[in-house]
């Protein structure tokens, strides 16, 4: 059973854009989307409307640095010092590669971050570039293994 | 020896000290008696004692003049009285001698420390008694005196009254300057004597000792410039000669009597005008005949001389006063425009600032700047100047009025000013304000020389011109001192400048401050403005791209045309939103001050540009590069930016050359990089270093024009400038520079 992606975005374009990325990298895994980051915890923690949801952690959190009511740094930080989240692979998605709070995030511990690239289909190949990286690919496509993944802590 | 008519000969001419002559003049007689004892102790060989002087011996004043009760009263009045009568004080007495008949000797008194002095006076021949009603005349002078408007009017009235008083033929008031040499400024005369108006004399005329022996004596006589003097004998031994200082039958040294027979002066008297316990001048009085002048005259002239030194103080204190509210208006006119301009000196006018200190020239220096005003030496004349006034002026303020005694550069300077009054702003700055003033003799060649008219009518007169050319060589480089008023207006007005020096200072700090903030403010602005708007272009891109990707082929050629459009516009807009995202950021960030390598940079940066264009032709040369201070980061990203626009801009040259050279310079590094590309019209230099600003399409040459605006920033921030030449079709030079001792700016200030 594939775990599925948790995909945390609270702007609607930006989150369009990306689900649609996702599909066209054929990403067999069910995609969760939450749009701030008190609805992200509510996921990971299985509390309030997701307390039902069947047991497991994502396979990969993709989380937005600026998000309303609990922002991306704080979420990681609960997901970091949770006894059951706290490897939980995490990737940020940031809006340039300015930002200040990818240091705290580095410290942190986050796995890698994605800078919302200007061109679209850029985004599509980073994109993939993190399923194969997370193997969460349905069939891995030719020659997908690059060197050149970005990784956090570069 | 100068030709002054009351001149004092003093020094080895003389072995008896002025106030100890040991004689008296012959119109009267002379008795000394001790206070302690009352008993005789000297009498002037004149004086009829039976048996000599030594009969004399023991015996008491009263009894030897047999004083009337009420005259012994006035005597013990005089005798408990300290020494506080400057003058010799009426016995309302007389005394008749039992040897010369009936003559009447109208006796005087005074003590001057142990020693009780009477001297008798024989009465004045008939002619030369005071009218009856002088008493009445002199109340009416006092009158007019306190009513007269100017010092000139007042010197006047003086010099004819005690003319019409004693008889005179020539009466005049002789001023001293503040070096003591000295002007007659006011004369009352018949043809007897020649004038004397206006005649300057110098110090020596008039020596130290007899100046000083002026303040104690007020009032002198000699009445005949041709005396046989009659000596004074001590009773005994044992008394030491007489101090005569106050006795007006004290003898005169037989020089100066011959000096004035030589002058034609037969007789003379006068007074010491006093100004505040200092001798301002004498009143002078003499004839061309012995004359003698009634005790009673004496007295008027006296009084008359003490109402003159009264009314010199008041007038003198108003004037002063007047003075320094006549330049506390000036200073006041000169603040407000001072205050009003940016920088002080803008709000000077040439007429205010040398009225402020009667002056004739002013300067202003600061730094190598130098203003002038009026008749103010050149400027290297003044920086010299400044840096000799430097360590004397501590204290904030100079003055000097023989500027050609103390400063050893006056060959230098052209117009050879006396008077000096400096004071420094600021020594750090180097800012100080100094007034000139001409010398003396200059002033007076201006007015004309008074002496012109002179009749020389006989060589036993005197000569005028003498006195003139001997004052003139004494006053030489001297200039009329600084009045108190004027020192003050110059203290006033450098504490007021020093204020708004540094009121100015301080609202230029906090403009400089408040633009800087600004400039932050802008810069975070518009980091975050980029920031902001890289998410809308970076959906518009989005969604473009995906309905290319999936909708294309429901487009027609023209709806696919739009498109594309689209999509290169968005991706040109998030171009150009990350470019100034990393031109913002850069002047954010703070400058690192270390040691940079020019040349291995350029090198590194021609390596890699090689690299790139390996199908190009491009000679290179990169000369010798200094070590620079600065931030490695951003001047490795200026040599990218100005190498690789001499590549791109030389590419459509056959062999492209690039030469990166250093220049020599004093205190700073100047690098040049020039290239023989298409160069550019110098018209439009100016925006070859503005954002975005391109003088060639995109179609010529690639490029979002920021390239030069980061170049700038970069050399900006280190303090540095950056410049261009160039010609359409010629290639290009740029050029920047680099302080040495590089403090530049932490954040950034357009300048």
Redesign the interface.
């Known amino acids: 059973m594939l775990k599925p992606i948790l995909l945390v975005e609270d702007?609607a374009?930006?989150l369009e854009?990306a689900l649609?990325a996702l599909a066209?990298t054929n990403l067999a895994n069910e995609v969760i989307t939450a749009r701030d980051g008190e609805q992200a915890l509510l996921y990971l923690l299985r509390e309030g409307s997701f307390a039902d949801r069947p047991p497991g952690n994502p396979a990969v959190v993709l989380l937005d640095l600026k998000l309303p009511k609990v922002d991306g740094i704080e979420v990681l930080q609960r997901i970091r010092t949770h006894k059951e989240l706290h490897a939980v692979p995490v990737v940020m998605l940031t809006?340039?590669r300015?930002e200040s709070d990818l240091t705290r995030a580095y410290n942190l511990g986050v796995n890698a971050y994605v800078v919302?690239?200007?061109?679209?289909?850029d985004?599509i190949e980073a994109v993939r570039e993190l399923g194969v990286f997370w193997a969460v690919l349905n069939e891995p496509p030719p020659g997908s293994f690059k060197s050149a993944i970005r990784k956090s802590g570069n | 020896m100068s030709a002054a008519p009351f001149t004092f000969t003093f020094g080895n001419c003389d072995s008896d000290p002025v106030n100890i002559p040991e004689a008296i003049q012959p119109h009267g007689f002379l008795l000394a008696a001790s206070v302690e004892s009352g008993h005789i102790t000297h009498a002037s060989r004149n004086f009829p004692a039976q048996g000599g002087g030594a009969s004399l011996l023991g015996q008491s004043l009263k009894s030897v003049l047999s004083l009337s009760p009420g005259a012994a009263i006035l005597l013990d009045d005089v005798v408990v009285t300290p020494d506080l009568a400057p003058r010799p004080i009426s016995l309302q007495a007389s005394w008749k001698s039992p040897d010369k008949g009936d003559s009447e000797y109208h006796l005087l008194i005074h003590r001057r420390h142990g020693t009780l002095f009477v001297e008798g006076e024989l009465p004045l021949p008939v002619s030369d008694r005071m009218p009856a009603d002088q008493t009445r005349l002199l109340d009416a002078l006092l009158l007019r005196m306190g009513n007269v408007t100017t010092l000139g009017d007042l010197c006047r009235l003086v010099t004819d009254e005690m003319r019409r008083i004693t008889g005179f033929d020539r009466v005049l008031i002789y001023q001293f300057d503040a070096e003591w040499n000295g002007s007659v400024i006011a004369e009352s005369r018949n043809d007897a004597l020649p004038a004397y108006l206006h005649h300057r004399f110098p110090a020596a005329d008039i020596p130290k000792p007899a100046r000083d022996f002026y303040h104690i004596n007020r009032m002198r006589l000699i009445a005949s410039s041709d005396f046989t003097p009659v000596p004074i004998q001590a009773v005994s031994d044992q008394f030491a000669p007489l101090d005569l200082t106050h006795a007006f039958l004290r003898s005169i040294s037989p020089i100066h009597l011959e000096y004035m027979r030589n002058m034609g002066t037969g007789s003379s008297m006068s007074v010491s005008l006093m100004l505040e316990g200092k001798l301002w001048g004498l009143l002078s009085c003499h004839s061309a005949q012995p004359r003698r002048v009634p005790f009673a005259s004496r007295m008027a002239c006296d009084l008359i001389g003490n109402i003159f030194s009264l009314q010199l103080a008041t007038r003198e204190r108003a004037r002063l006063l007047a003075r320094q509210v006549e330049l506390r208006f000036v200073l006041s006119r000169l603040i407000v425009q001072m205050a009003k301009a940016t920088d002080f000196v803008d709000g000077l006018n040439e007429a205010d600032t040398l009225a402020l200190t009667g002056a004739h020239g002013a300067a202003v220096m600061r730094g190598d700047s130098c203003y002038r005003f009026g008749q103010a030496p050149q400027k290297a004349e003044l920086l010299l100047l400044r840096d000799w006034l430097a360590p004397r002026c501590e204290n904030g303020v100079f003055s000097t009025h023989c500027l050609g005694e103390i400063y050893p550069h006056m060959s230098g300077i052209a117009d050879f000013p006396g008077g000096l009054l400096a004071v420094s702003i600021s020594p750090a700055e180097k800012l100080y304000v100094v007034w000139f003033r001409a010398e003396q003799i200059q002033t007076i060649l201006w007015g004309g020389d008074p002496h012109q008219n002179t009749r020389q009518a006989d060589g036993l007169r005197m000569n005028p011109r003498k006195s003139f050319e001997s004052w003139a060589e004494k006053v030489r480089g001297h200039a009329l001192p600084w009045e108190p008023a004027e020192i003050d207006a110059a203290e006033n007005f450098r504490k007021e400048v020093v204020d708004l020096v540094l009121l100015q200072m301080a609202e230029k700090a906090t403009m400089m401050a408040e633009l800087q903030r600004m400039n932050h403010e802008l810069e975070a602005f518009a980091y975050t403005v980029s920031?902001d708007l890289?998410?809308p272009?970076?959906?518009i891109?989005?969604?473009?791209?995906?309905l290319h990707?999936e909708k294309r082929a429901q487009l027609d050629e023209d709806g696919r045309h739009y498109l594309h459009r689209i999509l290169s516009a968005?991706?040109h807009a998030?171009?150009l939103v990350?470019t100034l995202?990393?031109f913002s950021?850069m002047n954010l960030t703070s400058l690192e001050q270390k040691p940079v390598d020019l040349h291995a940079i350029f090198g590194a940066e021609r390596t890699a540009l090689t690299e790139r264009n390996k199908t190009r032709a491009i000679q290179w040369t990169v000369a010798d590069l200094p070590r620079v201070t600065g931030d490695a980061k951003l001047l490795r990203i200026a040599a990218q930016n100005l190498l690789e626009n001499a590549v791109k801009y030389t590419s459509l040259q056959p062999i492209a050359t690039i030469e990166v050279q250093s220049h020599p310079a004093s205190n700073e590094w100047v690098i040049s990089i020039r290239d023989n590309g298409i160069g550019f019209d110098m018209r439009y230099v100016e925006k070859l270093f503005g954002i975005f600003q391109r003088l060639h399409s995109s179609e010529e040459f690639s490029g979002l024009g920021i390239g030069l605006a980061t170049v700038k920033r970069i050399i900006q921030r280190h303090g540095g400038r950056i410049w261009a030449e160039g010609a359409p079709g010629a290639g290009a030079i740029f050029y920047f520079s680099l302080p040495r001792q590089s403090s530049p700016s932490p954040t950034p200030a357009h300048a």
Do not use: I, W
């Open positions: 702007n374009d930006d854009l649609r066209k809006a340039s300015m919302k690239p200007m061109n679209f289909m985004f | 920031h890289r998410a272009f970076r959906h891109h989005g969604f473009a791209e995906l990707l968005a991706q998030g171009d990350d995202l990393s950021r």
